[in-house]
C-alpha cells in the first residue's frame, strides 16, 4: 500500500474517509485511515483492554473468599470473561499494527491508562456486588453505545462483550439484592459498598464534554457514538430506579427527578478525586500496576521455556525432514 | 454391609472426593490473574470451575444422603482441618507454574483413570458425576501433559524448575493408591473404587512421560500420607480460613 502522499492527495483521502464514516459504513483494517483516526482508537482499546484485564485484580481478590460455592464459580466465570474481553481488545489492537507485548510495556511504564475505577479496594464482599451492579453497569452502558463504533473490529467485539456484560450487572445486582433483603448487617455492608462505588462509577464516564481532550474528534469520527454527558445522564437514569428497587439509597443529596429534562439531575463529581486517582493518588494504583508487573516477570521463564520448545520441536522436525530427503535420495 | 451403613459409607466417600476437588479447585483458583500470559491465565480459571463444579455435585450428593438439611456449602463452609479428608498432594501451596503443572498432571493422569472406574458405579449418582469428570478430565489431561513436555524439555531453568517440582511431589504420589476399610467396602460393593488397581497404568503412563520431558524419574525414597484421616499439611488451615472466611466472620447468614 501507498504510504507517503501528497497534501492534496490527503486531503482528498481524508475528505472520502469522512464521507465512509458519514455513511456510516465500518472502517476496516486494510481501509486507509487517518494517522489520527488509529492513534485515538489505538488509546481507547487499549485502555479498554487493560481495564479488563487489571479489573480481573480486585475481583479476583475475592474468588478464594466467596461465601458459597455457587457464589465462587459465578464470579470465576465472570472474571474469566474479563480476561476473555481483554484478549478480544488486544486483537483488536493488532488490527491496528499495535502488538499486545507494547501495549503492556507502555501499562507497566505507566503510560497506557486503565479505568481510574479499579484503583478503588475491594474491601467486603458487598464490593463484589456494587462492582458488578455498578461498574460493569456503567460499561455496559458505554460499550451498548460503542456496538456501534466506527471501527469494524472493535464494533464486532463489543457486541459479543456486551452480551457478557449484562449477565455480570445481573450477578452483581443479585448480590447487592441478596444483601439488601438479609440482615441490618448486611444491608450496611451493601449500602457502604454504594456509597463508596458510587462517584467513581460515574467518574468512569470521563470528563464532562466540554473538557474533554479527545471527545470532538472522536465523535466526528464516530470512534464514539454518544458524549461522556449523555452517556453519564443514561446511567443515573437507570442506576436511580434499580437503587430503589432493592431499598438502597444513592448517596447524592442533588439526585432529584427533573420533569422538564425528563431525567435525574444530579450533583456534581468531585474533579480533584478524579484527578488525584487518575495522577496516581488512589488507594490501590500501584498495587494493581506492581501486580500485573510481578504476574508477567515471573511468567517470563515460562513463555521462554515456550519458545525453546517450539524451536527445538520444528528443528527437529526440519532434521526429520531433511533425514526423510536424503533417504529418498540414496534410494 | 447394612443399607444404611453403606448409605453412610458411600456419604462419606463423596466427601472425600468433594474435598478432593474443592481443595485442588482453590488451589488453581489462586492463579487467577497471576498467570505467565493471558491465555493461560483464563485456562487455569477454567480448570478451576471444573473442579470446583466437580466439588459442589460430590457435596450435593453427600447432602442428599445425610437428608439433615446440610447443603454444599455445609461441607466447604462450616468443617474444620481435622474433618477434611482430601489426599495431600491437593493441598500443598500452589508454588510457582512448573509445581502447579507437575501437580496437575500427575492428578490428571490418576483423575481420569478413577473417573473412568467410577464411571462404571453401581451407583448411579457417583457414575453419573464421574461420567461428566472423564471428559473433564481428558482435557485437563492433555493440557497438563503438554505442558510437562513444554517445561521440561524448554530452557534449562524450566526444566530445572519442573525437576524440582516433581522431586517435592513425588512422595505424596503414593497416598493415591492407598485406601482404608471404608473405600475396600465400597470397592467390594462396587460402589467405589479401588485405586490400588490403577497403581501400574498409572506408572507406566508417569514414567513415560517423564523420559519424553527429559526428567529424571525420583528415587521414591520418602513418603507422606494422611489425609483421608484428617491429617494434613499446616497449609491446609490456611486455605480453609480464606475459603471460609465468610462464614466464620458472620456465621450462617445467606449471601
Redesign the interface.
Known amino acids: 500500500m501507498k504510504t507517503e502522499f501528497t497534501q492534496a492527495e490527503l486531503e482528498q483521502l481524508e475528505a472520502r474517509f469522512q464521507a465512509r464514516i458519514d455513511a456510516e459504513e465500518k472502517i476496516e483494517p486494510k481501509d486507509w485511515m487517518p494517522a489520527g483516526y488509529r492513534k485515538n482508537l489505538v488509546r481507547q482499546i487499549s485502555q479498554h483492554a487493560h481495564s479488563e484485564v487489571i479489573g480481573m485484580q480486585p475481583e479476583g481478590n475475592w474468588i478464594t473468599r466467596a461465601p458459597s460455592l455457587h457464589r465462587k464459580c459465578v464470579l470465576l466465570a465472570k472474571v474469566q470473561d474479563e480476561g476473555g474481553h481483554g484478549l478480544y481488545l488486544y486483537s483488536a489492537t493488532e488490527t491496528l499494527g499495535v502488538s499486545r507485548e507494547e501495549l503492556i510495556e507502555a501499562l507497566h511504564e505507566g503510560v497506557a491508562k486503565y479505568a481510574s475505577i479499579f484503583n478503588y479496594p475491594a474491601l467486603t464482599w458487598a464490593d463484589i456486588g456494587a462492582i458488578g451492579w455498578l461498574v460493569d453497569g456503567a460499561a455496559i452502558v458505554n460499550q451498548v453505545s460503542l456496538q456501534r463504533t466506527s471501527y469494524g473490529p472493535y464494533a464486532r467485539g463489543m457486541v459479543r462483550i456486551c452480551k457478557e456484560e449484562s449477565f455480570h450487572q445481573r450477578q452483581g445486582y443479585h448480590i447487592m439484592m441478596t444483601l439488601a433483603r438479609g440482615t441490618a448487617e448486611q444491608k450496611a455492608m451493601a449500602q457502604d459498598a454504594l456509597d463508596r462505588f458510587w462517584w467513581p462509577s460515574l467518574m468512569m464516564f470521563g470528563p464532562h464534554d466540554a473538557e474533554s481532550a479527545h471527545s470532538a474528534q472522536s465523535m466526528k469520527w464516530k470512534i464514539k457514538r454518544q458524549t461522556n454527558d449523555e452517556l453519564r445522564q443514561k446511567y443515573v437514569d437507570q442506576s436511580v430506579r434499580q437503587a430503589e428497587v432493592i431499598g438502597l439509597t444513592i448517596p447524592d443529596p442533588a439526585l432529584k427527578w427533573n420533569e422538564a429534562r425528563g431525567h435525574y439531575d444530579f450533583g456534581e463529581i468531585d474533579w480533584d478525586e478524579f484527578n488525584r486517582v487518575i495522577n496516581g493518588n488512589g488507594m490501590c494504583n500501584r498495587q494493581r500496576v506492581a501486580h500485573h508487573i510481578k504476574a508477567h516477570e515471573d511468567g517470563a521463564w515460562v513463555r521462554d521455556a515456550i519458545a525453546a520448545y517450539e524451536s527445538k520441536k520444528s528443528r527437529r522436525a526440519g532434521a526429520a525432514a531433511a533425514q526423510g530427503e536424503m533417504s529418498c535420495q540414496t534410494i | 454391609m447394612s443399607d444404611s451403613k453403606l448409605k453412610e459409607a458411600t456419604r462419606q466417600y463423596a466427601i472425600r472426593l468433594g474435598d478432593d476437588a474443592?481443595v485442588l479447585g482453590?488451589r488453581l483458583?489462586?492463579w487467577?490473574?497471576?498467570?505467565?500470559?493471558?491465555?493461560?491465565?483464563?485456562a487455569l480459571?477454567?480448570v478451576?470451575?471444573d473442579f470446583?463444579?466437580r466439588?459442589?455435585m460430590f457435596?450435593s450428593y453427600a447432602a442428599e444422603l445425610a437428608a439433615d438439611g446440610s447443603t454444599?456449602?455445609t461441607y466447604?463452609?462450616t468443617r474444620d482441618c481435622r474433618e477434611f479428608s482430601n489426599l495431600l498432594i491437593h493441598e500443598l501451596p500452589r508454588g510457582?507454574?512448573a509445581f502447579s503443572m507437575a501437580r496437575q498432571y500427575l492428578v490428571d493422569v490418576y483423575n481420569l483413570a478413577y473417573m473412568e472406574a467410577l464411571r462404571t458405579s453401581a451407583d448411579g449418582t457417583l457414575a453419573a458425576i464421574a461420567d461428566k469428570a472423564v471428559k473433564e478430565s481428558r482435557y485437563h489431561l492433555r493440557r497438563s501433559h503438554d505442558w510437562m513436555?513444554?517445561?521440561g524439555?524448554?530452557?534449562d531453568?524450566?526444566r530445572q524448575?519442573l525437576q524440582r517440582a516433581v522431586d517435592e511431589l513425588w512422595g505424596y504420589t503414593p497416598e493415591l493408591f492407598a485406601s482404608d476399610a471404608l473405600e475396600q467396602g465400597l470397592a467390594d460393593a462396587g460402589i467405589g473404587v479401588d485405586a490400588a488397581t490403577l497403581r501400574a497404568a498409572w506408572e507406566q503412563a508417569v514414567s513415560a512421560t517423564l523420559a519424553e520431558a527429559t526428567l529424571q524419574q525420583p528415587a521414591g525414597d520418602w513418603e507422606v500420607s494422611g489425609g483421608r484421616r484428617g491429617l494434613h499439611t499446616e497449609s491446609l488451615g490456611h486455605m480453609l480460613s480464606?475459603?471460609q472466611?465468610?462464614?466464620r466472620a458472620?456465621p450462617g447468614?445467606?449471601?
Do not use: V
Open positions: 474443592l482453590h483458583s489462586e487467577c490473574s497471576n498467570g505467565p500470559f493471558l491465555e493461560e491465565d483464563l480459571t477454567n478451576a470451575l470446583i463444579g466439588a459442589r457435596y454444599e456449602d466447604a463452609y510457582d507454574f513436555l513444554r517445561l524439555d524448554g530452557t531453568e524450566s524448575r480464606e475459603l472466611f465468610m462464614q458472620y447468614l445467606q449471601w
